[in-house]
């Protein structure tokens, strides 16, 4: 069975939820496609590097990055640092002739993801951007229900993206506060999640009338290097710096299609905690879907009796999208993981097979574009136009 060497990028909280999909794959798709080689795992420092090799099973271990690159042994190079760069590192690896998978958002702005876009295109190589969620069970059912027809023409789309960890204003300023480091806040962070699956389900978005505000103006600087994630507190009195990110961000939405929607999320809702919903209203039925229950998809078809009318369950399973490869007993429970897995297997596979992936580069770009667009409108105050 043909093998693939990886290098990953980053150590943190994503090269542990990288490395399980890695190790999983061949578990879960058997045979798979190919089986991925943990072969070398870069940090910042080499101390740092030295556990994330020990704890994620990479045979080795660096804090240069350009290791990964210019090592002729490796196939992957897999990018999960912060979002400031993945633009350098992409387009190095690209021109290195290595397939390359990169967490979201593919970078800071529209002009950084179509740099990382031509680089991959001209090199030839296979690319995916990281937006696990869509590989949710639940959610590739809801698009084979859109794809069958199920619920007709799509009227509507509207999705949330919720989270609390950053409500407390003594949450340390990790770099996803910081527009130098992560370009945006809750919308590139959180946000663009919701705004994939609106593309992914609903079609091509067009125009977008945007709204950011940033509640918590400073926080307290944070020490290491770890993204804390909103689990370690400051206390006493503490050196703060200004936050000049978004808290939260809501977006009316025009599809291509002539379909309308929304888009809200923010990491100041307390009580939520991963909260991704959708609900999909189509001239023949409705679709809703909420994270949190992931095993769960809602649906009503307008054509159901009119004494049975209304929201019923349809739980994820062996008949259903990745459920052979997943669990053989529908309700059983699909993690976070799980996607990560799938999420594997479908880059793994386009490699192997020589087959287009998704969301690829391409769709990192136009996310960004849409990303560009809500900032923008949010400034002006009025609807704008993805170019």
Known sequence: MRKLNVAMIGGGFMGKAHSIAYAGMPMFFWPAPAIPERK?????????????????????????????????????????????????????????????????????????????????????????????????????????????????????????????????????????????????????DIA???????????????????????????????????????????????????????????????????????????????GRNNFITFEIHGDLGSIFFNYERRDELQVCFSNDPGDRRGFRTVYTGPAHPYGEALWPIPALGIGYTETKIVEAHDFISSIVHDTEVSPNFYDGYRIALISDAIVKSSETGRWTKIV
């Not at 760069?85 to 979201?104: D, F, N, Q, T, V």
């Not at 600087?221 to 809501?250: I, M, N, R, Y």
């Open 192 to 270: 663009t999640h919701v705004i994939d699956i609106a593309r992914y389900l609903s079609g091509e978005i067009t125009e977008v009338m945007g709204m950011t505000t940033t509640w918590i103006k400073e926080r307290p600087v944070q020490s290491g290097g770890l993204d804390k994630l909103g689990t370690v507190k400051a206390a006493g009195d503490v050196k703060k710096e200004p936050v000049d990110v978004d808290d939260e961000v809501s977006t009316l939405i025009r599809f291509e299609s002539g379909a309308v929607g929304s888009i809200e999320a923010t990491r100041n809702a307390w």
């Open 40 to 188: 070398l795992v870069v940090d910042v420092n080499d101390d740092l590097a030295r556990t994330a090799a020990a704890r994620y099973g990479f045979e080795s271990y660096s804090s240069d990055w350009r290791r990964a690159v210019e090592d002729p042994l490796i196939d992957i190079v897999d990018i999960v640092t912060p979002n400031d760069s993945h633009a350098e590192i992409a387009i190095a690896a690209a021109r290195a002739g290595k397939h390359i998978i990169c967490e979201k958002p593919l970078a800071r702005t529209a002009e950084e993801s179509k740099r990382m876009l031509d680089a991959v295109t001209e090199a030839g190589v296979k690319h995916m951007v990281a937006f696990n969620y869509r590989r949710t069970p639940a959610i590739a059912l809801a698009k084979k229900y859109i794809e069958e027809g199920a619920i007709g023409n799509i009227l509507n789309f509207r999705g949330t993206y919720l989270q609390d960890w950053s409500a407390d204003p003594s949450s340390p300023l990790s770099w996803r506060f910081r527009k130098d480091v992560a370009g945006s806040g809750a919308l590139g």
